[in-house]
């Protein structure tokens, strides 16, 4: 046996294999376009199973009758190839296309259902200005009617503008607000019959397969009324506040005004008889009135020691009046700091040593001169110093340290005592404050005197500062400029370790 | 000695073959470069058979038979890769 004998037998097989398959090949009913490809599929293997056949027979030398007809049929493979190809390739394009229109069908629902639930009203305005789209609530708010599929009629008796009472209907509106604003956000009135307003935040937005020129656009607006509304009801609701407030501030300030005429009248006042009552009690005591006896003497030293604390009150509450007024003078003046303090020092001696304190004072004689009010700051040292006496109990220490650099100097009087639980640090410094529920300060605090202190700082260009923890203490640091300047106040939280 | 029918089946398919390129490069089939060599191969039988004709007759002869072989094996790979492929879209 020849190899081409060979070959034609394996050419039948491989051929008959291959319509076997085809024949095989299950069909689509969805799909009929497949059958006719399949027959030629089959007819195409069918050529050359035949033409194998022919020759195998011919070779084996059993017959010859099939070969006069191979020319005939053999012609026939390549048209049949063709035409296979082509229509799978028109089989696959339909293919395609039908499930182009699947997924453009599926997108179109999805985006109906998006814009139909949409919160906001969505139209499309075409280049010739009618709207060709308009979901539900944007056929509301515009009050459109659906005259046809794709074209929607504006009413004539809704108004569109940019402003309430405009005189625009909605078509022209519409018309306008592309031609000014063909992509942005705007404001505009809805107005139907009947005088229901709406408010529109309108964003426009251009096709992006529009012509160039003013194309088709969509337009998406959210009714904002309610917001507006609100928007204006708050700032009226503001306005009449602010009112309430300014007549009302206006109120306290003539009230304040004359509670505190009325506290310096009554101090004045008050400052005269009590200091007849201590002058009479030290006549009394001196015995130029007769004698007296050693109960009456105890007496009278009690009603002098009471007339004089009733008096530093009465002293103090004239003080904070005349500040609060400015009506406190300042008289500018160099003084050597270090001096001064030592001054301030002696003169507290005596009341520190009856309190049973260690007192200290690092002063440095080079701390040399700043132009304060030397009385006023006096006074200041003594509050804080009365203060830090009252808060400490005996056996405990105060420390009074002062440093200076160009500009400033800083005046440190710190102390062992009960301290000033953090909730009270603010109010500290504030007329009164200090009265309220102080655990560890002595009765005689009348609530002032640190008050005084620090809007006498305050007068002076300086600061006061505090810090404070209870049980263990408070420090109170004045800072002033060697020139003065005019400053505000601070306040603040940890405390400080004080200096030997 | 060559033969009308064997130029004519060399010719059309040599005219043919561009077009049925052009649809056949898109098409996504399973089995595609069986269906591509066995087609090439029955274009090279055809050569061989016209070349027969006038030069070492019974090497192109052998040739031509060969190549139909072959191609029968190429479609019978080219039909296995629609048939398993169809059955595992059938079962998705």
């Known amino acids: 046996m020849s190899a081409i004998a060979v070959a034609d037998g394996l050419s039948v097989i491989g051929f008959g294999v291959a319509l076997l398959f085809f024949f095989l090949l299950p069909v689509d009913p969805a799909r009929p376009y497949v059958r006719p490809i399949k027959a030629f599929l089959l007819a195409a293997m069918g050529v050359y199973v035949f033409v194998g056949i022919s020759n195998t027979l011919e070779w084996a030398g059993i017959t010859k009758v099939l070969d006069p007809y191979e020319d005939y049929v053999e012609v026939l493979f390549i048209p049949f190839v063709a035409y296979i190809v082509y229509a799978m390739a028109t089989a696959q394009q339909l293919e395609d296309t039908k499930r182009g229109s699947e997924l453009l069908r599926d997108q179109h629902e999805l985006l109906s259902s998006i814009v139909d639930t949409s919160p906001a009203g969505v139209l499309v305005v075409a280049a010739d200005g009618k709207i060709t789209f308009a979901n539900g609530l944007a056929q509301d708010v515009l009050g459109l009617r659906e005259a046809a599929a794709g074209r929607f009629l504006p009413p004539p008796d809704v108004r569109f503008s940019h402003e309430a009472g405009g005189v625009t209907g909605v078509g022209e509106g519409l018309e306008e607000l592309l031609d000014r604003n063909p992509e942005g956000r705007v404001l505009r009135f809805v107005e139907h019959p009947g005088g229901r307003m709406i408010v529109i935040d309108v964003r426009t937005e251009p096709l992006p397969f529009a012509a160039p020129g003013r194309g088709s656009a969509v337009v998406a607006f959210v009714d904002t009324t309610a917001q507006m509304r609100y928007r204006q009801d708050l700032e009226e609701a503001v306005e009449v506040r602010t009112e309430e407030l300014i007549e009302l501030n206006s109120r306290l300030e003539v009230a304040n005004d004359a509670k505190r005429e009325f506290l310096t009248r009554m101090s004045h006042e008050l400052r005269t008889p009590l200091s007849s009552i201590i002058g009479f009690t030290a006549t009394l005591l001196a015995g130029y009135a007769g004698d007296t006896s050693a109960e009456q003497k105890k007496q009278l030293e009690a009603i002098r020691a009471s007339s004089r604390q009733l008096l530093g009150l009465v002293d103090e509450v004239l003080d904070i009046s005349l500040i609060e007024a400015g009506r406190q003078i300042v008289n500018w003046a160099p003084v050597d700091v270090g001096m001064f303090l030592r001054g301030v020092y002696d003169s507290m001696s005596p009341i520190v040593r009856e309190a049973e304190i260690d007192v200290e004072l690092d002063a440095p004689g080079s701390l040399g001169e700043a132009v304060t009010d030397e009385d006023k700051l006096a006074q200041v040292l003594r509050n804080l110093i009365s203060h830090a006496i009252r808060s400490t109990p005996a056996g405990g220490w105060i420390r009074i340290v002062a440093r200076g650099d160009d500009g400033s100097v800083t005046i440190t009087v710190a102390d062992s005592g009960a301290g000033i639980a953090p909730e009270d640090l603010d109010s500290v410094l504030v007329p009164f404050g200090q009265m309220v529920g102080r655990p560890g300060v002595r009765a005689q605090e009348s609530g002032l005197g640190l008050a005084i202190s620090h809007d006498l700082v305050d007068l002076l260009g300086g600061e006061i500062a505090v810090t404070s923890e209870l049980d263990r203490g408070s420090t109170f640091t004045v800072t002033l400029p060697r020139r003065p300047r005019p400053r505000s106040t601070e306040v603040s939280g940890a405390p400080e370790a004080p200096s030997p | ?92």
């Open chain 2, 1 to 92: 000695m060559f033969e009308e029918s064997e130029i004519v089946d060399l010719l059309m398919a040599l005219l043919l073959t561009p077009i049925i390129w052009l649809s056949f490069r898109t098409l996504k089939l399973p089995g595609k470069t069986w269906f591509l060599f066995g087609y090439f191969v029955i274009m090279v039988a055809y050569a061989c058979t016209v070349a027969e004709g006038y030069v070492l007759p019974d090497l192109f002869n052998a040739l031509e038979h060969i190549g139909y072989a072959l191609a029968g094996a190429g479609f019978a790979g080219g039909a296995w890769s629609m048939l398993v492929e169809s059955r595992r879209a059938a079962q998705r």
